[in-house]
């Protein structure tokens, strides 16, 4: 799926759309593809001579991809956003540079009322380059 699809599901606009293409999805998970350039607003002085792409960048991702899944299992309408509540158990384990390609793994592990439990992998070259514990719900529009 393309980027259109994207941003039919989420808010979230340049610079701060993170996914690239939806390269599968089901009930309780997705997967999504990014690959990171090196004019993008986060590596500009992070590092200097060295760009390293920011840990909380890969969350985001992940926290994007679920956000997508999330559309069509609960969605808020005209104007809903998805957010973010939490962020646990959080590992990075491989630095992300432009010019890679990460593959966005998210599963939904549970739904209480209006809160969402999710599992985000990043992966790099098939290994996982960070993973996290997060939760989201789905805010109305005020």
């Known amino acids: ?11 979230h606009r340049a610079p701060m759309l993170l996914l690239d293409r939806i390269v599968s999805q089901q009930d309780q998970q997705i997967v999504c593809e990014k690959t990171f350039r090196d004019d993008e607003f986060f590596v500009q002085g992070h590092f200097p001579g060295r760009p390293i792409v920011p840990g909380v960048i ?29 962020a646990d158990n959080v590992k990075f384990k491989k630095v992300v540079v432009p010019g890679d390609t990460v593959e966005l793994q998210v599963t939904l592990n549970e739904r209480v009322s209006n809160a969402f439990f999710l599992t985000g992998r990043v992966l790099l070259a098939g290994k996982v380059a960070a993973r996290l514990d997060f939760a989201c719900t789905i805010s109305a529009p005020e």
């Open 1 to 11: 799926m393309t980027a259109e699809s994207i941003e039919a599901a989420i808010p």
């Open 58 to 86: 890969l969350c985001e991702c992940c926290m994007q991809a679920g956000a997508i899944l999330l559309s069509k299992i609960a969605p808020g309408g005209e104007g809903s956003v998805p957010l973010a509540t939490r």
